[in-house]
């Protein structure tokens, strides 16, 4: 069946620039992870979504980043007034029982 | 939170070897323990996971063993074939909103 899918696969944006950042979960997979992964920080855990609902926000890196889901199904991750400081690749990732996580392909940021 | 710590961060074996690769984690509530494999420019591929309540698991070519008193876990793989080349990720989780909490990765380097 179909994977986690993410878009847009790449994006190059400048400085200072707002960005949305896609994930489709696999259908019927309640659970929903943002992490991110860069060569500095290695992979690390931004927010979880349990239906439509993030109970914890504290692991988004700044007050610039949100991120929301909508209908139990689609999530976007959004920030704000990019710095190069964002560049990383996304990755989302899916549950169905919050434990098994399956991983989407990743949208690598680059900020100008 | 939790910390978990990957050794080697490169291992080079020859083609048919065995290769192990370590981790030890810091939380005694962490109960999920999964294996990544990531290749270039792909998203995170889950190869095998273990709960607490396992000490080993084996799937083919690849088994993990737990051992939750040392709070050490550990990836085998067997014959090792030159598609077995890739960045491994261990992790560990108490499952739901926690996420997963990733080691720094391995380089395993399968030679001809």
């Known amino acids: 069946g179909a994977g986690v899918s993410q878009s847009p696969s790449n994006k190059v944006t400048e400085k200072g620039k707002d960005v949305e950042l896609r994930c489709d979960p696999i259908?019927?997979?309640?659970?929903l992870y943002w992490y991110r992964q860069s060569l500095g920080q290695g992979l690390e855990f931004l927010i979880y979504?349990?239906?439509?609902?993030?109970?914890?926000k504290s692991g988004l890196p700044s007050d610039r980043f949100s991120a929301e889901r909508t209908g139990g199904s689609v999530s976007t991750l959004t920030i704000q007034r990019t710095q190069q400081e964002d560049s990383a690749v996304y990755l989302c990732?899916?549950?169905?029982?919050?434990?098994?996580?399956?991983f989407g392909p990743g949208t690598r940021l680059t900020v100008l | 939170g939790e910390n978990v710590e990957q050794h080697p961060s490169t291992l080079s074996v020859q083609e048919g070897d065995s290769a192990v690769i370590k981790c030890t984690y810091s939380?005694?509530?962490?109960?999920?323990f999964p294996w990544y494999k990531q290749e270039l420019g792909k998203g995170p591929q889950l190869i095998i996971d273990?709960?607490?309540?396992?000490g080993e698991k084996k799937d083919q070519r690849i088994a993990v063993t737990l051992n939750k008193t040392a709070k050490h876990f550990s990836l085998h793989i067997t014959e090792t074939q030159p598609e077995d080349s890739a960045v491994y990720f261990c992790?560990?989780?108490?499952?739901?909103?926690?996420?997963?909490?990733f080691g720094k990765g391995t380089h395993l380097i399968i030679q001809p």
């Open positions: 990732a899916s549950s169905f029982e919050a434990y098994t996580q399956y």
């Open positions: 273990i709960r607490s309540n396992v």
């Open positions: 992790a560990a989780s108490t499952g739901g909103a926690d996420g997963l909490t």
């Open positions: 979504f349990q239906g439509n609902s993030a109970p914890d």
């Open positions: 939380d005694s509530a962490s109960n999920y």
């Open positions: 259908s019927g997979h309640t659970a």
